[in-house]
């Protein structure tokens, strides 16, 4: 796995994976066979997991046989098949409602904490992106920010949002001065100073929503721990925003370089990314 460049946290979780079946084994790993296999899915199901959790041991598994047979020579059957998946649902995500985010976001008083969640919900950032990003990587003039190392360690730019840029700017304006270089640092206790953990943004949502809206329950709570606010938020003027921001500055940034025909192409795919169908005025030739 790590010769495909897996990051560190999907090789330990397929190990894990691994430790727990060869733990439940009561054979040899060379002699189990597909009996083996569906009692293992058996005793899965009986700790009350998921299908997609189920489907990941099986996932494992089945890798680390393909190995031993394709790289190790290891002539043994492989003992889950691919029919042995469980079929897994696909439920519509569960948001909140308009006037939820209004109330969620009336509750944030505090600058940092603004301008965290603004970010995740109208730029998309993730938890891990927001807690690492730095300094130099805000581009305030031009209005977007440089991700790198996010997940599957790609790097991407994402544009900021009109009400996402002033809560921003006055975060900055007021944060403290120091040798941090991460953008959002921890602004009370024995950290101090510090750039603010994934574990903190966490913390900081669970307060505000249990605070402000009580009908948010743990389970969707860990939907946000694992990813991105959208998955708890979803807001159709968000969406609207951001594609209007990345359509505006779509032609901005490109125009320049390109020759007339090629800018107009690249007006043309702002005008179609734009959810209100607004066009966006072309820069005309002097």
């Known amino acids: 796995m790590k010769r495909k460049n897996y990051s560190p946290r999907t090789v330990r979780n397929y190990m894990n994976n691994l430790k727990h079946f060869t733990e439940w084994l009561s054979v040899p790993i060379e002699t189990a066979g597909n009996e083996q296999a569906l009692l293992f899915i058996d005793y899965l199901r009986t700790k009350r997991l998921k299908p997609k959790t189920i489907n990941c041991y099986l996932q494992s598994i089945r890798g680390f046989y393909d190995y031993l047979y394709d790289e190790e020579d290891v002539r043994i059957l492989n003992p889950v098949k691919r029919g042995y998946a469980l079929r897994e649902s696909r439920p519509l995500p569960k948001y909140l409602k308009d006037h939820e985010v209004e109330r969620?976001?009336?509750?944030?008083?505090?600058?940092?904490?603004?301008?965290?969640?603004?970010?995740?919900l109208r730029c998309g950032l993730r938890v891990e992106e927001v807690a690492n990003l730095a300094i130099d990587d805000v581009y305030l003039g031009r209005r977007f920010i440089h991700v790198?190392?996010?997940?599957?360690?790609?790097?991407?730019?994402?544009f900021i949002s009109n009400d996402a840029i002033i809560d921003l700017v006055a975060y900055i304006e007021k944060r403290p001065t120091g040798k941090a270089k991460k953008l959002f640092l921890v602004e009370k206790g024995t950290c101090r100073g510090k750039p603010i953990s994934i574990r903190g943004i966490q913390k900081r949502m669970e307060y505000y929503a249990n605070r402000t809206i009580p009908v948010i329950r743990d389970s969707d709570l860990k939907k946000f721990k694992g990813d991105r606010l959208g998955a708890l938020v979803l807001v159709e003027d968000t969406h609207k925003q951001l594609l209007d921001t990345q359509a505006e500055c779509l032609v901005r940034t490109f125009q320049p370089y390109l020759k007339k025909g090629r800018a107009l192409e690249v007006y043309g795919y702002g005008i179609a990314c734009s959810s209100h169908g607004k066009p966006v005025v072309p820069p005309q030739d002097n």
């Open 104 to 120: 969620l976001f009336d509750g944030i008083i505090n600058l940092r904490d603004l301008a965290i969640f603004k970010l995740m």
């Open 148 to 158: 790198k190392n996010g997940k599957g360690s790609k790097d991407r730019v994402v």
